[in-house]
């Protein structure tokens, strides 16, 4: 059931959702319309709604199910980032499992929380991610956490850091431009300037840096970044 967008307008946070639970849908909605920062720009029931959502102009930010009723959240995450380049998407559900978490993350997901976040909360993390974080909840990031332990393989003695880094290639031209400013201390604003690009482009830049290195902040993303020489001299 497509909503139609407020009347406001501003800098508001523009926030679309696919919820098939009608509790979890309301509770978002009212959690959203209570917010003095955010716009309610589209609800939908079903996957094929949520697909149909993205014929509209652009949210900043869609939360997401993944147990849909016709099909899976999984292929409104792809063709969201497909259509809305910019929007972040935050998975809310109760699938916790590492198998959907992984399938989120590469997806393209920025965000995933379990369905047991306050109003509050929720819209917190609704802000950090349209500022370029990526919220997760506790459970899912030690999920991920171990996932990536397990999964890395063991340095033989004298192996420089590099070797063991992920190819420098899996980051774009554009990510690695945006990476050096971030490093050289440049804001989101700033960057958006010397790009000639929006401040919201520039925010996804940001987090798909931020998901290729694994990290959450820039201190992180500088470190990391420079450990796999991925930064010029």
């Known amino acids: ?37 955010m716009q309610l720009v589209g609800v939908a029931d079903t996957r094929a709604e949520g697909l149909a959502l993205l014929d509209a102009s652009p949210a900043d930010v869609l939360l997401v199910d993944l147990g849909l009723p016709d099909g899976s959240g999984i292929d409104v995450i792809r063709a969201t980032l497909a259509r809305w380049p910019e929007c972040g998407v935050m998975v809310s559900t109760t ?21 047991d976040s306050t109003p509050g909360r929720m819209t917190d993390e609704i802000r950090s991610l349209a500022a370029g974080g990526s919220p997760i909840s506790p459970m899912i990031a030690r999920q991920v956490l171990q996932r990536f332990r397990h999964a890395a393989p063991a340095a033989a003695p004298g192996t420089p850091a590099t070797a063991m880094a ?60 420079r450990s796999r020489g991925l930064l010029a001299d």
């Not at 800098?11 to 959203?32: G, L, M, N, P, Y």
């Not at 694994?214 to 993303?221: G, I, L, P, Y």
Request: a negative charge.
């Open 166 to 225: 992920a190819n420098p290639s899996t980051l774009s031209a554009r990510e690695r431009e945006v990476l050096g400013f971030i490093t050289r201390g440049f804001t989101a604003d700033e960057i958006a300037a010397l790009m000639q690009v929006s401040h919201h482009t520039v925010l996804t830049f940001v987090r798909r840096i931020y998901s290729k290195l694994k990290v959450s902040s820039r201190a992180e993303a500088i470190y990391e970044a």
């Open 95 to 115: 699938f916790g499992d590492e198998t959907h978490v992984m399938q989120s993350i590469e997806a393209g997901a920025a965000g995933y929380l379990i369905k």
């Open 1 to 37: 059931m497509p909503s139609s967008p407020s009347p406001d307008s501003g800098t508001c946070i523009r926030v679309a959702i696919v919820e098939d639970d009608a509790h979890f849908q309301a509770s978002f909605i009212r959690a959203i319309k209570a917010a003095p920062d």
